[in-house]
T-cell receptor, first 113, second 113 residues
Framework: GAVVSQHPSWVICKSGTSVKIECRSL??????MFWYRQFPKQSLMLMAT?????????EQGVEKDKFLINHASLTLSTLTVTSAHPEDSSFYIC?????????FGPGTRLTVL | DQQVKQNSPSLSVQEGRISILNCDYT??????FLWYKKYPAEGPTFLIS?????DKNEDGRFTVFLNKSAKHLSLHIVPSQPGDSAVYFC????????????FGSGTQLTVLP
């Protein structure tokens, strides 16, 4: 399957700071990428759909001003958690859309103190 | 309202035996069905998929069955191996969507040596 990387793999930050997470599709061009969030022992919850060259589409209940998504190229999408608070602590996972499957990155563990 | 349900949060199976993971859905508009495997603190890994025009797809030890009339999807692993221990998610894609997936809540499979 395709390779998708995420950076950083984990990050600890202070409340009120912003954190940027990168998602890269390493071996194919992805016009569409997705950002998910997973709480412990729960399913993956889709946050937003990132489309190259256009604005992201956010799921209901996800604040677009808090979770900024940029998909500037066919191989890179970034998620910036702005003014992070402890309740934003979670496991964030991106995926790149293939023809039928999605290929997932390894995830980023965010801890906000 | 959950469109995709995995009613068993956990399953334990003896090594060498068959593991059967189940997934039920309510929306008839799903046309592509996938199974992902996930280890802790990692992104999901694609396992096997099936389109709505088929009722069975086999790949090595993994077989996916689709019963459209019952809106039921299952994954069979035989023989089960200790390395199969992980969380398994079913993921469904509605027809005509931008390749978005709706995930079940996951089943923790433990294969006992």
């Amino acid at each position: 399957g395709a390779v998708v990387s995420q950076h950083p793999s984990w990050v600890i930050c202070k409340s009120g700071t912003s954190v940027k997470i990168e998602c890269r599709s390493l071996d194919f061009q992805a016009t569409t990428m997705f950002w998910y969030r997973q709480f412990p022992k729960q399913s993956l919850m889709l946050m937003a759909t990132s489309n190259e060259g256009s604005k992201a589409t956010y799921e209901q209940g996800v604040e677009k001003d808090k979770f900024l998504i940029n998909h500037a190229s066919l191989t890179l999408s970034t998620l910036t958690v702005t003014s992070a608070h402890p309740e934003d602590s979670s496991f964030y996972i991106c995926s790149a859309a293939g023809y039928n499957e999605q290929f997932f990155g390894p995830g980023t563990r965010l801890t906000v103190l | 309202d959950q469109q995709v349900k995995q009613n068993s949060p956990s399953l334990s199976v003896q090594e060498g035996r068959i593991s059967i993971l189940n997934c039920d859905y309510t929306n008839s508009m799903f046309d592509y069905f996938l199974w992902y495997k996930k280890y802790p603190a990692e992104g999901p890994t694609f396992l096997i998929s099936i389109s709505s025009i088929k009722d069975k797809n086999e790949d090595g030890r993994f077989t996916v069955f689709l019963n459209k009339s019952a809106k039921h999807l299952s994954l069979h692993i035989v023989p089960s191996q200790p390395g199969d221990s992980a969380v398994y998610f079913c993921a469904l894609r509605p027809s005509g969507s931008a390749r978005q997936l709706t995930f079940g809540s996951g089943t923790q499979l433990t294969v006992l040596p």
